[in-house]
């Protein structure tokens, strides 16, 4: 029976909890046997929740050391990521790293560096990956049912206010949007042309969630405005136990949940516009929006070959393809299907037990990150940017 221990037991780590507890695949090959965060309040109302008996460690170390775990699950923050990462590989762990995987190049290298030398693997928690709308479609496009790709579209739309109401909301803790959020998008696109991006142009604003010099420190659980406001985030809504995991552990660390979307600190973009050009010469442009969304998170692409084109849209659940000079379609429609985290865990399991590379592996993380990293650079210095730029500083 392997052991794993998650560190941060904040929401991310709800998902990766019931799986351990909960699935019976899973929990036929592994335990959750240890939990760790510095916040011993959050820490022990995770527990009780979603976790009950499971050992609890507020010392890292101490974590690392004592609690006898074949595997770390970190599900910190992105400035976090490198650090923890790389103290579990020299305890002889592996590890399944939440994206984004860090926040600069040399933290993306030393993490492959102390990879190589554990000889213990990294899963990133890249879980498109293992959703069943990209298990359909790679097999397609790698059968070459319209050719040899070369052109991808994607657009992203999804109601995304809270990531100015949390530490997401600042670049130096989570990297900007186009990693943080971004780097999903980035890295199914750079799966699905099959190649490392090479240069990244990008354009990006805070066009809707605007600074207002009013708004300084604001709160929603406390602003006079929060009755009219369309951004505002309530810890009671859907989930109870996001007032239990956050406003109620406040006075342990101070961090705040529901900061006001429109704090002038906050420092990311909430619309961005990519062009990526690829080492195997393919071609993509992506735009993400964080204030618009019908029913759920959207993501469409569109897949342009040599023989035909690809329509996917994750929110209808559909792939549909047209061949060249045919009006025919084929449609796969993937209503139903599952959203792959139980693939996700197994594929982590497979990896534990056996060092079979996983799905969402070191390298995807890795050049997703970068992909990410250099849009982030583009808006900032409005140029194109090499990757290789990046990559060897």
């Known amino acids: 029976m392997m052991r794993i221990g998650i560190v941060g037991t904040g929401r991310r780590a709800c998902s990766f909890a019931d799986e351990l507890q909960n699935r019976a695949g899973v929990r036929q090959r592994a335990e959750l046997a240890a939990l760790c965060d510095l916040n011993p309040k959050r820490l022990a109302v995770f527990q009780s929740a979603y976790a009950p008996g499971v050992a609890m460690y507020t010392d890292y170390d101490a974590f690392l050391r004592q609690a006898k775990l074949d595997a770390v699950i970190v599900t910190t923050p992105c400035y976090t990521h490198a650090e923890l990462t790389i103290k579990a590989f020299e305890a002889g762990k592996h590890v399944l790293c939440e994206?984004?995987?860090?926040?600069?190049?040399?933290?993306?290298?030393?993490?492959?560096?102390?990879?190589?030398?554990?000889?213990?693997?990294?899963?990133?928690?890249l879980?498109?990956?293992?959703?069943?709308?990209?298990?359909?479609?790679?097999?397609?496009?790698?059968?070459?049912?319209?050719?040899?790709?070369?052109?991808?579209?994607?657009?992203?739309?999804l109601e995304g206010s809270?990531?100015?109401?949390?530490?997401?909301?600042?670049?130096?803790?989570?990297?900007?949007?186009?990693?943080?959020?971004?780097t999903h998008t980035l890295d199914l696109i750079n799966w699905i042309v099959d190649g490392h991006p090479k240069t990244v142009t990008a354009t990006g604003g805070r066009d809707v969630y605007k600074a207002r010099r009013d708004c300084v420190d604001r709160r929603c659980s406390a602003c006079p405005e929060s009755g009219?406001?369309?951004?505002?985030?309530?810890?009671?809504?859907?989930?109870?136990?996001?007032?239990?995991?956050?406003?109620?552990?406040?006075?342990?660390?101070?961090?705040?949940?529901?900061?006001?979307?429109?704090?002038?600190?906050?420092?990311?973009?909430?619309?961005?516009m990519a062009q990526v050009e690829y080492d195997n010469g393919r071609r993509a442009q992506y735009a993400i929006s964080l204030f618009y969304q019908d029913t759920g998170i959207e993501r469409e692409f569109v897949i342009l070959g040599t023989g035909g084109r690809i329509n996917v849209s994750r929110r209808r659940e559909e792939i549909?393809?047209?061949?060249?000079?045919s009006k025919d379609?084929?449609?796969?429609?993937?209503?139903?299907?599952?959203?792959?985290?139980?693939?996700?865990?197994?594929?982590?399991?497979?990896?534990?037990?056996?060092?079979?590379?996983?799905?969402?592996?070191?390298?995807?993380?890795?050049?997703?990150?970068?992909?990410?990293?250099?849009?982030?650079?583009?808006?900032?210095e409005r140029r194109i940017v090499n990757i290789a730029e990046l990559a060897a500083g």
């Not at 498109?128 to 040899?148: H, K, V």
């Not at 549909?320 to 000079?325: A, D, G, K, L, T």
């Not at 056996?354 to 969402?360: R, S, V």
Request: aromatic residues 8%; charged residues 25%.
């Open 162 to 182: 809270s990531h100015f109401n949390r530490w997401h909301r600042l670049k130096k803790l989570s990297g900007g949007i186009m990693l943080q959020k971004g």
């Open 320 to 325: 549909v393809i047209r061949r060249r000079r």
């Open 329 to 380: 379609l084929i449609r796969y429609n993937l209503q139903g299907h599952g959203e792959g985290f139980e693939t996700e865990m197994q594929d982590f399991l497979n990896m534990i037990e056996t060092g079979k590379t996983p799905i969402a592996d070191s390298q995807a993380g890795y050049w997703s990150a970068l992909a990410g990293l250099a849009a982030e650079q583009s808006i900032t």
């Open 99 to 125: 994206k984004a995987m860090a926040l600069t190049p040399a933290d993306l290298q030393a993490m492959l560096d102390a990879e190589k030398r554990s000889g213990k693997r990294m899963q990133l928690g």
């Open 228 to 272: 009219a406001c369309a951004s505002r985030l309530d810890f009671g809504e859907g989930d109870p136990s996001n007032c239990r995991l956050y406003k109620d552990c406040e006075d342990q660390d101070g961090y705040i949940w529901d900061r006001c979307v429109f704090d002038p600190a906050v420092d990311i973009c909430d619309n961005v």
């Open 127 to 157: 879980c498109l990956r293992y959703a069943d709308f990209m298990r359909e479609l790679i097999p397609i496009l790698r059968r070459g049912e319209i050719g040899d790709v070369v052109m991808v579209s994607a657009v992203e739309t």
